[in-house]
């Protein structure tokens, strides 16, 4: 059986500013982790994905994440927030072919 | 065709109305999914079909609701007797191939609104 906790269910953080969205996940299998956007009245998009090659991963609009077995978390990062970062993302896992999401985390950019 | 496309994109129905909720996968693509989406919450899993096999149906919610893919590619989510608590966003996915290492691409999904 697969699950992911997504630690924080609101993110707030200044425009320039780092983010941290955070991810643990648990799995009887060796998983495939990804990391989803949802964008205000928009459908859900990829960001990235980890399956088991590099444990540091990047994705599209600078964010990247780690996989990190010994701590089952897979944390996504950004150096340097921008207001159009602003949105709903999912932590996702997937051992077979079900693929499991969290609750989410929305994240706000202050000017 | 380019996306995956949901129809209707809006359903507002009376409690007690059966609705059918439609998916066309990008063209190609073996496996569809299909989740549910409560207002402030995540996706989660109600079926999956591996071309016209309907491989897993362990997160419908009981059996008001039942899916097809006859052909293996469009695919049908049916929602008997609706009742209020039905009320959500239905997302379709698919995949290019199957298994757990795959882009899964959405559709905008149906607002299912049961009144």
């Known amino acids: 059986a697969q699950s992911v906790t997504q630690l924080d269910s609101h993110v707030s953080v200044s425009e320039g500013t780092p983010v941290l969205l955070r991810c643990n996940y648990s799995s009887s299998y060796s998983p495939s982790l990804f990391w989803y956007v949802q964008h205000p009245n928009k459908g859900l998009q990829l960001l990235l994905k980890y399956t088991s090659a590099a444990t540091l991963v990047k994705g599209i609009n600078g964010f990247e994440a780690e996989f990190k077995k010994s701590e089952t978390s897979f944390h996504l990062t950004k150096p340097s927030a921008h207001m159009s970062d602003a949105a709903e993302y999912f932590c996702v896992v997937s051992g077979t072919y079900k693929y499991i999401f969290g609750t989410g985390t929305r994240l706000k950019v202050l000017a | 065709g380019a996306g995956v496309s949901q129809s209707p994109r809006y359903k507002v129905t009376k409690r007690g109305q059966d609705v059918a909720l439609r998916c066309d996968p990008i063209s190609g693509h073996v496996s569809l999914y299909w989740y549910r989406q409560a207002l402030g919450q995540g996706p989660e899993f109600l079926t999956y079909?591996?071309?016209?096999?309907?491989?897993?149906k362990s997160g419908l919610p009981n059996d008001r609701f039942s899916a097809e893919r006859p052909e293996g590619s469009i695919s049908t989510l049916t929602i008997q007797r609706t009742e209020q608590r039905d009320s959500a966003m239905y997302r379709c996915?698919?995949?290019?191939?199957?298994?757990?290492?795959?882009?899964?691409?959405f559709g905008s999904g149906t607002q299912l609104s049961v009144l």
């Open positions: 079909f591996n071309y016209e096999a309907q491989q897993d």
């Open positions: 996915a698919s995949s290019r191939v199957a298994g757990a290492r795959e882009k899964l691409f």
